[in-house]
C-alpha cells in the first residue's frame, strides 16, 4: 500500500513491488493514485502490474463521496457482506470513517481479497493499513517509515499518538536508518517489533567510472526535487562563493528537478549573476539524467530540516551517485551519515552553511588525486549495504519469520 503508484520520485517503491515479482511473490498494489508518466520506468514490469494495481481513490466532493458510499453500502449489503459496514464505525476508525476515507478503502481492498501481508510505505499508509487489519483484510502488518511521515507528520498534529493504531497492530515497524528508529521509539513504538531495514538500489545499472582530473572545467552535478529539505539555495549560493573567490576553480554546475521552488531557485541564480556556469535543466527523462551523471565529477546535496519539520530518510540520489563512482558532498543531516562515511567516501558539512560547502567544493576542485579513492569507497559502501537484492532478501526473510 502506497499513496502513490507508481511514481517517479519513489523507486524504492517500485523496487520493492518488482523485487517480490522476482521471487514469484503474489504481490497487488493499493494506491490513492498514480502518475501515468511512470509507468514507462517500470519497462518490462509494465504488463504484469498494470492488472495488479488497484485504486481508492474517493471523489474530492463531499455530495459524490456520500453518493459512492451509498452505492458501495448497497451492493454489499445485497451480497450479503456486512462486514463492510464495519469500516463506518467512527468509535473505533475516527476521522478515517466520519471523512469516508477508510470505507472507500476498505471497498477497493475487498476487490483484492484478504492478503497474507499487507506492507505499507509511509506512516500515514500505515494507519490505514492497521485498520484493514482490524477489518480482517490482512493477517499480518509491516510498515515503512521513511523520514518525512515522522519529522514533518509530527510537527504539524497537536496529537503525538498519530501513529497509536501501528503501534499497536504492526507486526514489523521498518524505519530506513538508525536515526528514524530512534524517533519512532522516542514516540512509543515497541522496541520488539523495530528494525532498520534500508532502501537499496540496483547497483547493476549504474556502471562504475574513476573520476581523475582533466583539462577540462569541474563538472558538479545535483538531481533533486525542488522542495526546501533538499538545500538547493545553499549548493548554489556555495557555488557563487567558489566563484568569487576561487576565480582560477572552472566550473559547471548541473542542476536537474523541478517542483514548487523552481521559481525561486532560478531567480537566485539569475541574482547572484552565475547562470554562466549554473544550468537549471529541469526535469529530464532517465536517459539524459544518467548521462549526465556519468560525465559528472562530483555530486552535491546539503539536505537540511526544512521549517515544516520535514526531513530526509536517505537520500537514493546519493546512493546512485555513489554507486556510479563519484565523491558525494553532504549535509550532517537525518540519516545521511549512516551512508555517506565523512572523508571517506565524501565530505559532510554542518546544515545551511554555506561557507562550508563552499569550502568543501574548492577542496575538491584543487584534489582531483583525492576523487578516486573517494569513489571507491563509496561505491562499496553502497554495494554492501545499500543494494536492492541483498535488502529484498532480507525483507522476504523477515515476512518469513512474521508468517512462520
Not at 55 to 68: D, E, H
Not at 276 to 283: P, S, W
Not at 334 to 359: H, K, M, N, T
Request: net charge neutral.
Amino acid at each position: 500500500m502506497s499513496s502513490m503508484f507508481p511514481m517517479t520520485s519513489q523507486t524504492f517503491v517500485m523496487q520493492h513491488v518488482t523485487g517480490l515479482l522476482d521471487n514469484d511473490y503474489d504481490v497487488n498494489v493499493l494506491a490513492h493514485r498514480g502518475m501515468e508518466a511512470a509507468w514507462e520506468s517500470l519497462g518490462y514490469y509494465q504488463e504484469p502490474l498494470k492488472s495488479r494495481v488497484w485504486y481508492y481513490q474517493a471523489p474530492l466532493n463531499k455530495i459524490n463521496r456520500i453518493k459512492g458510499i451509498l452505492s458501495q453500502t448497497i451492493h454489499h449489503l445485497a451480497s450479503g457482506n456486512l462486514n463492510y459496514l464495519k469500516s463506518m464505525n467512527i468509535m473505533r476508525f475516527g476521522k478515517s470513517s466520519v471523512n469516508l476515507n477508510l470505507p472507500y478503502i476498505y471497498n477497493t481492498a475487498l476487490t483484492i481479497q484478504p492478503v497474507d501481508i499487507l506492507h505499507c510505505h509511509f506512516g500515514h499508509n500505515g494507519v490505514f493499513g492497521a485498520y484493514l487489519k482490524r477489518l480482517g483484510f490482512a493477517k499480518k502488518l509491516v510498515v515503512t517509515f521513511h523520514g518525512h511521515d515522522v519529522s514533518a507528520a509530527l510537527q504539524n498534529t497537536t496529537s503525538k499518538n498519530i501513529y497509536r493504531p501501528v503501534f499497536e497492530e504492526a507486526d514489523l515497524i521498518l524505519p530506513v536508518s538508525e536515526f528514524w528508529k530512534k524517533k519512532l521509539l522516542d514516540i512509543g513504538a515497541p522496541e520488539s517489533r523495530v528494525f532498520v531495514h534500508r532502501v537499496g538500489i540496483d547497483v547493476s545499472q549504474f556502471s562504475y567510472r574513476e573520476r581523475v582530473a582533466s583539462s577540462r572545467p569541474l563538472k558538479i552535478i545535483t538531481t533533486a526535487r525542488f522542495v526546501e529539505k533538499k538545500g538547493l539555495s545553499y549548493a548554489i549560493q556555495a557555488v557563487a562563493q567558489v566563484k568569487k573567490e576561487h576565480p582560477n576553480i572552472k566550473f559547471d554546475y548541473d542542476i536537474i528537478g523541478e517542483g514548487p521552488l523552481s521559481e525561486e531557485i532560478g531567480c537566485l541564480v539569475t541574482s547572484l549573476e552565475i547562470s554562466d556556469c549554473v544550468k537549471l535543466h529541469g526535469a529530464l527523462p532517465h536517459g539524459e539524467v544518467q548521462k549526465l551523471l556519468a560525465d559528472a565529477d562530483v555530486f552535491i546535496l546539503p539536505s537540511i530540516k526544512a521549517s515544516n519539520g520535514d526531513q530526509e530518510g536517505i537520500p537514493v540520489s546519493l546512493m546512485e551517485a555513489m554507486a556510479s563512482g563519484m565523491p558525494v558532498l553532504s549535509t550532517l543531516h537525518s540519516g545521511i551519515p549512516e551512508l555517506v562515511d565523512d572523508g571517506v567516501s565524501g565530505y559532510l558539512v554542518p546544515e545551511r552553511d554555506v561557507s562550508a560547502l563552499a569550502q568543501k567544493i574548492a577542496y575538491l576542485a584543487e584534489r582531483p588525486e583525492s576523487w578516486s579513492k573517494l569513489g571507491q569507497a563509496g561505491r562499496a559502501k553502497v554495494e554492501q549495504d545499500y543494494n536492492k537484492e541483498h535488502q529484498n532478501n532480507l525483507l522476504i526473510g523477515m515476512y518469513h519469520n512474521i508468517i512462520d
